[in-house]
């Protein structure tokens, strides 16, 4: 994989909707190739602003975006939207078609694909999505997390290099979310650099290593996930909880159990545990 390769630079962009709402002030990150990062921050912080700027959606009114090194205010949207794919917090907003298979074909139109790579494609979307009860169905009677499933296979499917997410596990059961996590390691593994706009601290600090935490259209902090969300400041001050898995380790702490600070995730809190408990039994 090409690490430190910068994928997305933006540089200072300021947005100021029509009515003058400051959505987003002085905000500058780079990111490379191959990450999957955290958005995340109180409602009206300016997170869904962000994102929008990345597919040219809308135009920052000072700073600029670059994808691959290019500045987004040479290119359309639809040029970019060949690079970037996003899927928002509503995704039935992004349906448009009669049937599952005809939305899967809408969103691969304009792609230079021939029309048996197109069949061939949305065949082994299907397949992998376990969606081909609903080919024929209509995308207005799914159920939310099933709208949401569909949504990411329009996406999927497109294959862009950049996968960008408002809210993914919103409204989504645990299968949902365990199905959501395999498609975007995947992707990862693929090389695909994806950024997650989520409210899903524990979702956040179990499965993502690099978190931006925003308020107010700035950001105020950005670094790696067991950091970012463990300092009680400045998860306070973007009006989050600290995760479980950090309240427990830090109640541990107090009863005078000193887990190391390497360990942060579930599994490995577990595996601790279980050390811990059978040298204390070995002990007695
Ligand atoms: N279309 C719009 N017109 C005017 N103000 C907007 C619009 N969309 C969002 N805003 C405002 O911009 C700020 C940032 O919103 P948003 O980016 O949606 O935040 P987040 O996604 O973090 O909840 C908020 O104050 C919000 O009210
Ligand atoms: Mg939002």
Redesign the pocket.
């Given at each position: 994989m090409t690490a430190n390769k910068t994928i997305i630079l933006i540089d200072e962009i300021d947005?100021i909707?029509?009515?003058n709402?400051?959505?987003?002030s002085k905000v500058s990150l780079k990111i490379n190739k191959g990450e999957l990062i955290a958005i995340m921050?109180?409602?009206?912080?300016?997170?869904?602003?962000?994102i929008?700027t990345l597919n040219g959606l809308i135009r920052p009114t000072n700073g600029n975006v670059y994808v691959k090194g290019e500045n987004n205010s040479t290119k359309s949207i639809a040029q970019l939207s060949k690079i970037i794919g996003i899927i928002f917090?509503n995704p039935m907003h992004q349906l448009f078609s009669n049937s599952i298979e005809e939305e899967l074909k809408f969103s691969l139109r304009n792609l230079e694909y021939t029309k048996e790579q197109i069949q061939q494609k949305i065949d082994n979307i299907l397949s992998k999505f376990d969606f081909e009860k609903y080919r024929n169905r209509s995308p207005f009677n799914l159920s939310g997390g099933e709208a949401k499933k569909l949504a990411l296979a329009t996406i999927i499917c497109r294959d862009p290099e950049i996968l960008v997410f408002?809210e993914p596990t919103l409204g989504q059961d645990a299968k949902e979310i365990d199905f959501f996590l395999k498609v975007i390691y995947n992707e990862l593994e693929k090389g695909k650099t994806i950024v997650m706009?989520t409210h899903n601290i524990e979702f956040a600090f179990e499965n993502i290593p690099r978190t931006i935490l925003?308020a107010n259209?700035k950001i105020l902090a950005d670094g790696p996930t067991e950091q970012v969300l463990t300092n009680d400041l400045l998860v306070k001050k973007a009006s989050l909880v600290l995760p479980q898995i950090h309240q427990f380790k830090l109640g541990l702490k107090e009863i005078g159990i000193d887990v190391p600070n390497e360990i942060f995730k579930e599994r490995d809190m577990i595996s601790f545990i279980n050390n811990y408990l059978k040298v204390r039994i070995a002990n007695r």
């Open positions: 947005y909707y029509p009515n709402t400051i959505a987003l921050g109180q409602n009206g912080a300016g997170k869904t602003t962000l929008r917090q408002d706009v925003m259209g």
